[in-house]
């Protein structure tokens, strides 16, 4: 049997040089990885995405001219095969789901151990989707948050289905106009209503019950560009 001796080859795009130096160094090291290419900003790094065809970018969420939420929706487009690991020092709600949403298959924090960042190169070359612990906690009492909830009294309007959908793929309120082609005041009033009806609080919490119901699988892209 032959092995594969291919190495992983790494894109890294971060904005800061100390970190990209640092994320070379520590690569460099780990045999059957090597670093293809490193880009400042999105607009680099969607470009180089598309000629260096990496195995797998390592990317940072803010960026100057273009940042990663935007720069892996467009990678997504152009460069579909991408398999994406975000790396950043950002664990909030508005970055995380919207991140995994849009195409990422991993979402790790900088102070991740160097042998557990590896890990996650690793498990996102072969297609394993993979998130920091505390990352992954967060998604999981989101998850137990709506799983807690009691059935609705009042069941969600076909149309309301929709917009839940959209809502769980990263659409804003006017890419969800565009799409359904209704006003964007009609599209909050359906976000409204969605939230009230299920007990919600924000649209976080209304993707992962859409997720959690099989509304929104989470490999569904949208269908078109979309930024949150």
Do not use: W
Not at 60 to 89: F, H, W, Y
Not at 102 to 115: D, E, F, R, T, V
Not at 164 to 178: C, S
């Amino acid at each position: 049997m032959t092995e594969n001796t291919e190495p992983i080859r790494i894109l890294i795009a971060d904005d800061h040089a100390v970190v990209r130096e640092g994320l070379r160094t520590l690569i460099g090291t780990e045999p059957g990885m090597e670093v293809v290419g490193e880009a400042e900003d999105g607009v680099e790094a969607i470009r180089k995405a598309c000629t260096l065809g990496p195995n797998v970018i390592l990317l940072d969420m803010v960026m100057p001219r273009m940042d990663g939420l935007e720069a892996i929706n467009q990678m997504k487009l152009k460069c579909p095969e991408a398999r994406i690991l975000v790396l950043t020092s950002f664990s909030h709600d508005d970055k995380v789901f919207p991140a995994i949403k849009a195409g990422a298959l991993g979402y790790m924090l900088k102070n991740a151990s160097p042998q557990a960042l590896l890990q996650a190169i690793r498990d996102v070359h072969q297609g394993e989707p993979t998130m920091s612990p505390d990352i992954a906690s967060k998604l999981m009492r989101e998850l137990q948050r709506t799983s807690d909830l009691p059935p609705t009294e009042e069941p969600l309007t076909e149309r309301e289905v929709e917009v839940l959908r959209l809502v769980a793929q990263g659409l804003t309120n006017q890419e969800i106009a565009d799409t359904l082609t209704i006003g964007v005041g009609t599209v909050r009033t359906h976000v409204s209503n969605i939230l009230t009806k299920l007990q919600l609080a924000n649209r976080t919490q209304a993707a992962l019950y859409a997720l959690r119901e099989g509304l929104a699988p989470l490999n569904e892209q949208p269908s078109h560009n979309s930024a949150v």
